[in-house]
């Protein structure tokens, strides 16, 4: 376990080195409590035994024979008895972030100061004593940034997990009320579904798959899942959404879906064997309402990975300084989902050029270059852009994202699917293949969401009627509406210009139809491609 082991090794030279006072950030009090246990527990790690106290406010400061000192409940009166202790020990205090403050509010100065004091006295004293404090939050007042050394504490490991899952599962198939249905490569996919959540969470995960019908195949992944949901739910900053869309509801895409099927499967260790890195993900740029979101969602029901979408405006939000917190918070997050997929729609809103913000918008996305060029985690980062233009050049240079891709204008057989598939959706009447084709004609140069629209502005004409739809409610419809096309029609040939020698063809070119001029409609000839639905952009 190389994390659980750095976290052993990294503790044990600060403690040999007598740091006075650390601080681990992390959920899970117990797992830390047993690691430093098994640290100072070992002869090779340090030489001189270290017995544990631990302070908790509703137990106080507990002595290694499970005895509570008594009046030691305060934080004040328990920093108090720790100084006053001088024998080699290593004193775990679990409650004192709400003491040192937050955000918003200054903690006890007192206790700050009675911390300082801990920190001095065990600095010159002889005796090797180390104050731990374990907080589910970084809560550091300014005094104490000197004195304090902060330790990282990994989330469990997938080796860590793929043990709780081997060992939940022979303990239950030994009593044959639970039938296992899952081989080597099911229960890999289990456990790096649980990555990112604590044991306990996972083991909640777990036996909540196993009980759901009384056998654990691989279609519980899903309620491994959706307790990750819970997990992402409480940030506030990124949101794990349905990746209920198949590929096979995407319209075109040839070069784009062969590009990823190449890639499924690649943050697996089969794919670690053949020296593979995990991809890091593809920027999808073009037209509004061609459905470049639709396929970040169906490139994670494609690959069977949660969908994490970041919300750049929720970053941005909250206290002035917290922004780039906010940035680190989301990033340590995916990574502890990963592999996942990451989404960030419309991200030239969050990351383009701003003014007035004291250059908090050039930290944090500072902060998100950074991770995106250094990040060893698989998370395939899905962004997508409609003003290309306002992107920094710095995230468009190989090595932020693997490949840029330009979803244009639908062609003729994919306005023809995306229109056999909203009519059948909506109407009980279907289309024939003299009206599919004439409504083709009327459609070229509309986007999947206006032909969408055009749908429903025809159910609006039959519903007024109380009738069923008919053809010429769609014709009508068509011929009412103005396309982007035509309104934006600068901007789009602008987009075309720049994809015309700095993106790849998401559509191949023999999928490619003519227009009138021997070019694909509203494409400028090169890159073509649809999702089936229509989505809003």
């Known amino acids: 376990m190389r994390m659980a082991g750095d976290f052993r090794s990294n503790l044990a030279q600060l403690l040999k080195a007598r740091f006075p006072v650390l601080y681990v950030e992390s959920y899970e009090e117990q797992r830390v409590v047993t690691e430093v246990g098994r640290v100072v527990g070992d002869a090779t790690q340090l030489r001189t035994p270290r017995p ?42 679990v409650d004192l ?53 902060i330790v990282d504490f990994p989330h469990p490991t997938e080796r860590e997990i793929r043990e709780l899952l ?157 922004s780039e917190e906010n940035m680190r918070t989301a990033i340590r997050i995916a990574e502890a989902t990963a592999p996942c997929v990451l989404w960030i729609d419309e991200i030239e809103k969050g990351f383009s050029a701003s003014t007035g913000d004291s250059g908090t918008t050039s930290r944090v996305f500072s902060t998100f270059l950074t991770w995106m060029q250094e990040k060893s985690k698989a998370v395939f980062v899905m962004a997508t852009a409609n003003d290309i233009e306002r992107l920094p050049p710095e995230l468009l240079r190989k090595g932020r994202f693997d490949e840029i891709f330009f979803v244009g204008l639908p062609t003729r057989a994919e306005r ?56 010429d409610d769609l014709v009508r419809a068509t011929a009412n509406m103005v396309p982007l096309s035509v309104t934006q029609a600068e901007r789009l040939a602008a987009i075309r210009d720049w994809a015309e020698t700095r993106a790849v063809a998401a559509t191949a070119s023999e999928d490619q139809d003519q227009g009138p001029a021997g070019r694909a409609p509203g ?5 073509l491609a649809f999702p089936l639905s229509g989505g809003s952009r």
């Not at 100061?113 to 731990?132: I, N, Q, S």
């Not at 509004?288 to 069977?304: D, E, R």
């Not at 289309?431 to 609006?460: K, N, P, T």
């Open 52 to 93: 544990v106290w631990i302070w908790s406010a509703s137990e106080g400061l507990v002595q290694p024979d499970g005895t509570a000192r008594r009046g030691t409940t305060e934080p004040q009166a328990a920093l108090e008895a720790v100084l006053r202790i001088n024998e080699p020990a290593v004193f775990v205090f």
């Open 97 to 149: 972030h709400p003491a040192l403050g937050t955000a918003d509010r200054p903690g006890d100065p007192v206790v700050v100061r009675r911390v300082r004091d801990a920190a001095a006295a065990f600095k010159a004293g002889h005796v090797p004593r180390t104050l731990l404090l374990v907080s589910p939050v970084l809560r550091l007042p300014v005094e104490l940034q000197k004195d304090v050394t």
């Open 166 to 322: 081997d060992t939940l599962i022979a303990d239950n198939a030994a009593t044959g009320r639970i039938r296992i249905d899952l081989d080597d490569a099911g229960r890999e996919r289990f456990a790096k579904a649980a990555v990112g959540l604590t044991l306990q969470e996972a083991e909640n995960a777990f036996a909540r798959a196993m009980v759901n019908d009384q056998v654990l195949d691989i279609h519980d992944v899903m309620i491994v899942l959706e307790e990750k949901r819970q997990t992402v739910r409480k940030s506030g900053l990124l949101e794990l959404v349905d990746a209920d869309v198949d590929l096979a509801d995407v319209g075109g895409l040839q070069t784009l879906k062969r590009w990823l099927a190449k890639r499924d499967n690649t943050w697996l260790a089969e794919a670690a064997r053949y020296g593979l890195p995990a991809p890091r993900g593809v920027l999808i740029t073009g037209v509004p309402g061609c459905g470049k979101s639709l396929t970040a969602k169906a490139v994670a029901a494609a690959w069977g990975l949660p969908l994490l979408r970041l919300d750049v405006g929720r970053v941005f939000s909250g206290i002035v300084g917290s």
């Open 416 to 471: 023809a699917a995306i229109w056999r598939l909203h009519v059948a959706r909506r109407a009980s009447v279907p289309l024939d293949e003299a009206a599919v084709h004439r409504l083709c004609d009327l459609s070229a140069g509309y986007s999947g969401a206006e032909i969408e629209q055009a749908v429903v502005a025809g159910l609006f004409d039959a519903f007024a009627e109380r009738r069923e739809l008919r053809y």
């Open 523 to 527: 494409t400028g000839g090169r890159v």
